[in-house]
């Protein structure tokens, strides 16, 4: 792009410099509309115990002409084995801005955006915002042309996590007590899936609240998992453990944590015609149902995440933030955000007792004309329509494709106004064959796949836009 407007763009921007950046004085002009979205954006290594935060502060601050440099030398197969690898992952992080840079949300939640656990570090999205948002992204990827204008979010907050913090507890139950499954929140590091909230407007940062440290067993009707799986030869349980049993301790359950991320109430600013209006954007990333063993922990443990905005915004006097002022939600609008990795048709979390989604998505205080299926403003795409939609072991075949935002076969990611607002627009960004943009999801020259997380993400773009007037 253009060094000067790139100069221009930087200049009339903040980048955050700290975790709260009180100190912003943009003052951004009066709208009508805003458009709220969600955004796995797979910015993580799975399975990798040798992953780091550190690591992609290095990817996200390498200058753009290094990047070009890395990429020409992928195109030309001229790169060594380290150099093809990095061009690769280059891409994929190119691909995720020029996503948002089509889309452009006015307020975005970017899940699996790693930092390093207590946001003291805030290197990773600083780079991310200066050498890929704002620079101008090709819709084509490698092939170039179709360029996108750079975007930039003045309002930048990362998000402190439970993911790889240490217990030095055995929550595994296999005699070690420094596994990921180990941490109050699966992860290789502290930091590790964490999330980051990207803003145009001001994000009040005095008056979020968070979750992080509320605990599972506080939560009403909460279930400490016990072991019900008990003849499957090839999930065995645990030696010095019986059929019947609770799967954690009474040590254990006492000092558990419900997000296995964190909970975020953060109130957005937003200027209006009429005056400033506050919209509460409620941020999640609960755990996956799936991966158990011997028990349905994960289960239990996605439906009380999802559960715990129902309980919030029905104003539960019982829920706690972290710094101790309890109850639940007393604004006036919000938008659950987040990858909730739950279908509300399909799936393990349709059926009591895991359905915290269902629960959740048919509150009256949510907008259902966005929650529910077949409704004027469920969120589709035509890619998700044509994509592959086979059964697998979780998911039976999704009888409403056109829904679905992960390319394992379920609608888990949402952007839903409350019912207190206006909904004007949604969608599902996932480009259909032969669309534009679809290389941004499928490219057979990168990775092994060529799909997935190798070329963007496994989760899709999903928004909401809500008048303000």
Known sequence: MNKTLLATLLAASF????????????????????????????LAVDNDPKETYQRWVEYMTIPVEKQNELIVAWKNDTANEADHLLAERIIQIRNIAAIIQKNRPDVLLLN???????????????????????????????DGGNMQQPIVYPYAENYATNTGLPTGLDLDNNTKTDDANDAQGFGFYHGHYAFALL????????????????????????????????????KPIPEGMVCGQ??????????????????????????????NKTINVLLAHPTPSGFDTVTYNNRYRNSDENAFWNYYINGESSLYDDNGTKGGFNGEHFVVMGDLNADNVIGTQINAPYNG???????????????????????????????????????????????????????????????SLTVLDTGIYWPAIGEEGRLLFNDDRIGIHGDSKEVSSDHRFVWSTVSVK
Do not use: M
């Open 112 to 142: 699996e955006f790693n930092n390093n656990g207590t946001v003291d570090d805030v290197r990773s999205l600083n780079g991310f915002q200066q050498n890929y948002l704002a620079v101008s992204q090709s819709l084509n990827s490698v």
């Open 199 to 234: 803003s145009k407007f001001e994000i009040d940062t005095a008056n979020t609240r968070t979750f992080q440290k509320f605990k599972r067993k506080d939560l009403p009707n909460a279930v400490n998992p016990i072991i019900e799986i008990c003849e499957d030869s090839k």
């Open 246 to 275: 609770k799967w954690f301790s009474d040590e254990e359950w006492e000092v558990l944590r419900l997000s296995s991320k964190n909970h975020v109430d953060a109130p957005i600013i937003i200027p209006t015609p009429s005056g």
């Open 15 to 42: 980048i955050v410099t700290g975790c709260n950046n009180n100190q912003n004085s943009i003052q951004p002009k009066p709208v009508s509309e805003v458009k709220f979205a969600q955004f796995n954006a797979a």
């Open 357 to 419: 989604i269902i629960k959740l998505l048919a509150n009256e205080k949510v907008n259902q004309a966005v929650a529910q299926v077949g409704q004027p403003f469920t969120p589709q795409s035509s890619g998700g329509l044509e994509s592959k939609n086979p059964a697998n072991s979780w998911n039976p075949v999704h009888p409403n494709p056109e829904i679905r935002t992960s390319v394992f076969g379920s609608r888990a990611d949402y952007a839903v106004p409350s019912a």
